[in-house]
């Protein structure tokens, strides 16, 4: 099967810098989602990554080492509302499929304090 | 901006009753997913599906089963609710993966509740 980590909780201050770490066992890697997902909301998409290295986005950035096995989602100036789940999921696609399934971590739950 | 409806935001129903959740998305998607969401479980598929009439079973499929009649429409089907079905269940759509960036996109969900 696939194995996908991330830590269960964070909590931060409000401006601070996080990182969120997810680290994957997989076999047929195509990618990683980061999503963020409030409390009774549906998951939003954050970003993707597929080759090595940093991807920015305004206050998030995400990074991504298929060798180690390893992405981190990267927070910057944070805020009250950036108080949610963090979702990782690894996308495995099998030779000859179109279809590309997504396999989840738990989820982080961050917390950011005033 | 892609839309993924889901028929219900909460639907209670009682034990042995067969359930239907529906999800409509309007982006032409070819795949579309269901999920349930559990604390400290995370996102489990059940199934999914690359085109219509198509389908396949997902890690968690036993005790639900799918329909995909039209490619706009994707429905989950509990054959006879039981309590342990009681969950939060995400329908996603997507792009095939070959459009690689394509992320998928969740509808709002529906919290279940199995009396």
């Known amino acids: 099967g696939q194995n996908i980590d991330q830590p269960t909780e964070m909590t931060a201050t409000e401006g601070a810098i996080v990182q969120i770490n997810c680290t994957y066992q997989?076999?047929?890697?195509?990618?990683l989602f980061w999503y963020q997902q409030h409390a009774g909301e549906a998951p939003t998409f954050l970003s993707y990554?597929?080759?090595?290295g940093l991807e920015e986005k305004g206050r998030f950035s995400s990074f991504l080492s298929r060798s180690k096995g390893y992405s981190y989602l990267l927070l910057k100036e944070l805020q009250m509302k950036d108080s949610a789940s963090y979702l990782c999921?690894?996308?495995?696609?099998?030779?000859?499929?179109?279809?590309?399934?997504?396999?989840f971590g738990r989820g982080t739950q961050l917390t950011v304090w005033p | 901006d892609v839309k993924v409806t889901q028929s219900s935001r909460y639907l209670v129903k009682r034990t042995g009753e067969k359930v239907f959740l529906e999800c409509v998305q309007d982006?032409?998607?070819?795949?579309m997913f269901w999920y349930r969401q559990d604390p400290g479980l995370g996102l489990r598929l059940i199934y999914f599906?690359?085109?219509?009439?198509?389908?396949e079973k997902g890690d968690i499929p036993e005790g639900y089963s799918v329909s995909r009649e039209k490619k706009e429409r994707f429905s989950l089907i509990l054959e006879s609710a039981s309590t342990n079905q009681t969950s939060m269940y995400l329908c996603?759509?997507?792009?095939?993966?070959?459009?690689?960036?394509?992320?998928?996109?969740f509808g709002d969900g529906t919290r279940l509740s199995i009396l």
């Open positions: 999921a690894v996308r495995i696609s099998n030779r000859g499929s179109t279809l590309g399934r997504l396999y």
């Open positions: 982006m032409d998607h070819e795949n």
């Open positions: 996603a759509s997507s792009l095939p993966w070959r459009d690689s960036n394509q992320p998928q996109h």
């Open positions: 599906s690359y085109d219509v009439k198509m389908k």
């Open positions: 997989t076999s047929g890697f195509n990618g």
């Open positions: 990554n597929v080759l090595d």
